[in-house]
């Protein structure tokens, strides 16, 4: 059974940062990719930032230039630096890995910036 847990997450001001961490364990296989997705209140769940397990990355439009998705495949660990928060980035952010076209989920980790 693949795990997938997140930390990093808190409150932070408008124009500030934080970095979230997310390890996936539990298969001896690593993952074809790792991501972070975030829902806030009322939204749907979106895509943040996705990177593959030869290091190709994919950002949403409105993190580009903000937020910074870095990987270790073999540790299967993956970390997700955010500058320049924004109130509207406060979510819930999720970490999921793909193996072998499944998608497992952490149970995520609360983000809340303040104006």
């Known amino acids: 059974q693949v795990r997938v847990v997140e930390s990093g997450g808190g409150l932070v001001q408008a124009g500030g940062s934080l970095r979230l961490s997310c390890a996936a364990s539990?298969?001896?296989?690593?993952?074809?990719?790792m991501g972070w997705y975030r829902q806030a209140p009322g939204k749907q769940r979106e895509l943040v930032a996705t990177?593959?397990?030869?290091?190709?990355?994919n950002y949403a439009d409105s993190v580009k230039g903000r937020f910074t998705i870095s990987g270790d495949n073999a540790k299967k660990t993956v970390l997700l630096q955010m500058n320049s928060l924004k109130p509207e980035d406060t979510a819930t952010y999720y970490c999921?890995?793909?193996?072998?076209?499944?998608?497992?989920w952490g149970r995520g980790t609360l983000v809340t910036v303040s104006s």
């Open positions: 539990g298969s001896i296989f690593k993952p074809n990719a």
């Open positions: 999921t890995a793909q193996l072998f076209g499944d998608d497992y």
């Open positions: 990177i593959t397990g030869s290091g190709s990355t």
